[in-house]
């Protein structure tokens, strides 16, 4: 089962569908639980915003074009940034395949080589032991424990976080 990596910006159905795995939601910082149409078409503005910039944010999809999950650039990244963070979901039905380490890996090639980026990082929660693995397995290290790093619906939440620096900008 191969899957590619292509810049995306899903209709709202589709996105609305993805979400209602309160999985993703529990894992990760932005996305409610329900995911409603509205919140939906938030991410479709988003990218539509960002129409003309480095691409930063790419869906995951089979190669019959199902969306199965997406990476990217958490924020906007300003055109001399030599750090950025990023963060990944996948669907329930391809997790533990070990397709997530393959994306990571070649999403951090591509913001070393294309975004020009020194050092990509990403932060989970200290609860989510399937993406500190996914992590670890595309070459990123644990670099500590960051205490209520997130503030999730007025909880704070613990944070693991693991970096990469690229092997070809300059001391490692």
């Known amino acids: ?14 996105l609305t569908w993805s979400f209602a795995d309160p999985e993703i939601a529990h894992n990760l910082l932005a996305i409610p639980f329900p ?24 869906a995951l999809r089979t190669p019959s074009g199902y969306l199965i999950g997406a990476i990217g650039v958490v924020g906007a990244l300003s055109a001399d940034a030599h750090s950025a963070e990023f963060g990944y979901w996948l669907a329930l039905s391809y997790r533990g395949r070990g397709l997530m380490p393959r994306v990571i890996r070649t999403f951090s090639d591509y913001a070393f080589q294309e975004l020009r980026i020194h050092r990509l990082f990403a932060t989970p929660f200290s609860s989510n032991l399937a993406s500190h693995r996914a992590l670890e397995k595309a070459g990123f290290q644990r670099e500590g ?6 503030l999730k619906q007025g909880i704070y939440l613990d944070a693991i976080i693991y970096g990469r620096i690229s092997d070809s900008n300059g001391n490692a």
């Open 145 to 150: 424990l960051l205490r209520h790093h997130h």
């Open 35 to 58: 995911y409603t149409e509205a919140d939906a078409d938030w991410w479709l503005d988003r990218c539509e915003q960002s129409v003309g910039s480095p691409m930063t944010n790419f």
């Open 1 to 14: 089962m191969s899957s590619t990596l292509v810049q995306s910006c899903e209709p709202t159905r589709l």
